[in-house]
């Protein structure tokens, strides 16, 4: 499976983006989906996951502001991320295929790129 991560930008405190990863090859249907940043200095963290079934799970600096979807006929998952604020500031990536313990960078299968996103104003 390929990631392709894409809809990062800058943008103001309070406002919103959607991130879109795009994989290649079917198998993804069958995957869990998730979302990580790294800020500048610091370690990869854990956003949000999406079991192949669609049940989700969100960091709770994320939770009620960040909403992790999926479209298997188009073989993309997305990340709304609402009332953005200045700490949300990272490099965010996408991954595909984990275990139960899908908190941890090292127990996923497949990355894709990173893309940016800077809230500021």
């Known amino acids: 499976v390929q990631l392709q991560a894409s809809g990062g930008g800058l943008v103001q405190p309070g406002g919103s983006l959607r991130l879109s990863c795009a994989a290649s090859g079917r198998a993804f249907r069958n995957y869990s989906m998730g979302w990580f940043r790294q800020a500048s200095g610091k370690e990869r963290q854990f956003v949000a996951h999406?079991?192949?079934?669609?049940?989700?799970s969100y960091a709770d600096s994320v939770k009620g502001r960040f909403t992790i979807s999926r479209d298997n006929a188009r073989n993309t998952g997305y990340l709304q991320m609402n009332s953005l604020k200045p700490e949300d500031t990272a490099v965010y990536y996408c991954a595909a295929q984990s275990n139960t313990r899908f908190q941890y960078p090292p127990n996923w299968g497949y990355w894709g790129q990173g893309t940016q996103v800077t809230v500021s104003s």
């Open positions: 999406i079991s192949w079934s669609g049940a989700t």
